[in-house]
C-alpha cells in the first residue's frame, strides 16, 4: 500500500512542528513547502527532522522545498503560511497580510494538489479557512480549519491542572470562532465520565475557561510570537483522523449552514473526520446563555469574512 502524504506549507515554527509531529506519527511521506527565499530553511529543517528517524523511529520521506509541484498527489495538505501575533496584537490584525498568502497558496493547491484535504492554521482562522474554500473551490468537505483542537487541548490541559488527573480522562467540547469569544462549554467537560461540576467548583471551572479563550495571548505575551507546538500537535490530530480515516469526534472550524443557525460560514463545531475529510457536522443541544454566546462569536465571524470580501470582491 502506498504511503500517504501530508504537505506542509510554510516551514515556519508551526509548519516545522506540524512536520515533526506527523514524522513522529509516522503518517506518511512530508513536504515541508517555504517561499524561494526561504528554500533553505524548508530544506535544512527537513534534512534535520530525517535524521531523527533512526532515532526516533519512524520511515518516511521529507523533502523541503520552493516547488509546488512536489506537493502532487497529497492526500491532506496543511496551511501555516503566514505571519504570527507579535505581543499586543489580535489574531484579527493579521488578516491584510494573511488574506493575501492564504490565497496565493491556495490557488497553488488548487492547481497542484486538487484531490486533497485542506486543514489550514494560519489566522484569523475563520477567515483564513473561508479565503481557501472560495479560492480553490473546492467541497466543502475537503476545507477545514484547525483551532478546536488546540483551544480544546488548552482547556482539557488546564483542567487536569485544577485536578491532579492527568489529561488523558478529560473530555471537553468547545464551539465558536478562534478568536477570544470562542466558546467552551464546560456542561459538556467531563473526567472520566465524571461531569467535571462535580470534581470542581464554579468558580475554578470559569478560570480553565477564561484561560483557554485567552491561551494563545498567554503565550504571545511570553514569548514575543504565536504558540507553535500545540497548534501543530492539533493539525496532525486532524490530518491522522483523515489518513487513517479514523471518524474521529474533533472539534474543527467546519463549513456549517443550517447547523447552529450559521448560515455557510466556517465555524468551529464538532465534527466526524475521516477520509472523505469534514464528514458531518455533530449538532448539539444548547441550553441558556451558549446560544447567545455561539451566535455572538458567528457574528465576529462573519464580520472578518466581510473584511476578505472587501479585500477581494471575487471571494465574496
Ligand atoms: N507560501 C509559502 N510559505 C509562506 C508564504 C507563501 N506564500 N508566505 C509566508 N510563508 C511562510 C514564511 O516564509 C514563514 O516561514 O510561512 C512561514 C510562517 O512561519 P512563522 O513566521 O514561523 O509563523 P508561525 O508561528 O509558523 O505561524 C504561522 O500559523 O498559528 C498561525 O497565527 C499563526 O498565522 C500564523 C501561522
Redesign the pocket.
Known sequence: MARAKISV???????ASCAMWAAEKELGDIVL???PD?VG?AQGKAIDLACCAPIERFDCNILGTADYADIANSDVVIV??????KPGMS?DD?IQT?VK?VK??SEQIKQHAPDSVVIV???PLDAMVYTAWKTTGFPTNRILGQAGCLDVARFRTFIAWKIGCSVEDVSALLLGGHGDDMVPLPRYTSVHGVPVSQLLPNEVIEECVKRAMVGGGEIVKLMG??A?YA?ASGSVQMAEAIIKDKKRILPCAAYCNAEYNVGGYFVGVPAILGSGGMEKVITIDLEGDEQKLMDDSVSHVKDLVKVVADLFPELA
Not at 506549507?9 to 509548519?15: C, F, K, Q, T, Y
Not at 501555516?80 to 501575533?85: D, M, S
Open positions: 506549507i510554510g516551514a515556519g515554527n508551526v509548519g513547502l517555504d517561499i526561504k530553511v501555516t503560511a503566514g505571519i504570527p501575533r489574531r493579521l494573511n498568502i496565493s497558496v492554521v494560519s489566522n510570537t504565536s507553535y497548534p
